[in-house]
T-cell receptor, first 115, second 116 residues
């Protein structure tokens, strides 16, 4: 089955700096890669996703890149702000693909943005 | 938008009692919903897939008799933790998808269960 590995587990940056979180996946057939932000005591919120037919997607300060050959995808946050502090999760569909919406999550990255 | 609502947001119950958590898709129909469990400082672990009008599919290691799932309509799935024990204390989160070609999943706000 699909295995999703996420690094680093914790990341501390100064406000205004960039943050990068990386994930690897095991199933080369996977075709959908979302990133979620989870604040304390709340459910995950989708912040950006990418499908396997593109290599990069950007939404204001957030971007995701995908390297299908290496089977990894990364979340890039530029000009970080204190409100970006949260736990970030990557995810991928299970292998073999089953119900749409079913996801396997990475271990999570706790991002701390220092003012 | 696609809104998924969970209720309650938190609950405290005594050992041995049962607790029901509801998950509703407010503005779309969801033939399939998913239930996750999250322990403190850990990732989300998929517990089961809830299928409207049929039995749920449980992940390996999840006790189906302890975690009862009902998906009676296209907008409502329920998770009942039966005979709860302190080790069942956790954060339970549901998600739903539009289905079909859509792979995007929308999550509820989660339910904090504390068994005392």
């Amino acid at each position: 089955g699909e295995n999703v590995e996420q690094h680093p587990s914790t990341l501390s940056v100064q406000e205004g700096d960039s943050a990068v979180i990386k994930c690897t996946y095991s199933d080369s057939a996977s075709n959908y890669f979302p990133w979620y932000k989870q604040e304390l005591g709340k459910g995950p919120q989708l912040i950006i996703d990418i499908r396997s037919n593109v290599g990069e997607k950007k939404d204001q300060r957030i971007a995701v890149t995908l390297n299908k050959t290496a089977k990894h995808f990364s979340l890039h946050i530029t000009e970080t702000q204190p409100e970006d502090s949260a736990v970030y999760f990557c995810a991928a569909p299970p292998s073999p693909p089953g119900n749409t919406g079913k996801l396997i999550f990475g271990q999570g990255t706790t991002l701390q943005v220092k003012p | 938008g696609a809104v998924v609502s969970q209720h309650p947001s938190w609950v405290i119950c005594k050992s041995g009692t049962s607790v029901k958590i509801e998950c509703r898709s407010l503005d779309f129909q969801a033939t399939t919903m998913f239930w996750y469990r999250q322990f403190p400082k850990q990732s989300l672990m998929l517990m089961a897939t809830s299928n409207e009008g049929s039995k749920a599919t449980y992940e390996q290691g999840v006790e189906k008799d302890k975690f009862l799932i009902n998906h009676a309509s296209l907008t409502l799935s329920t998770l009942t933790v039966t005979s709860a024990h302190p080790e069942d204390s956790s954060f339970y989160i549901c998600s739903a998808s539009h289905g079909g070609a859509s792979t995007e999943a929308f999550f509820g706000q989660g339910t904090r269960l504390t068994v005392v």
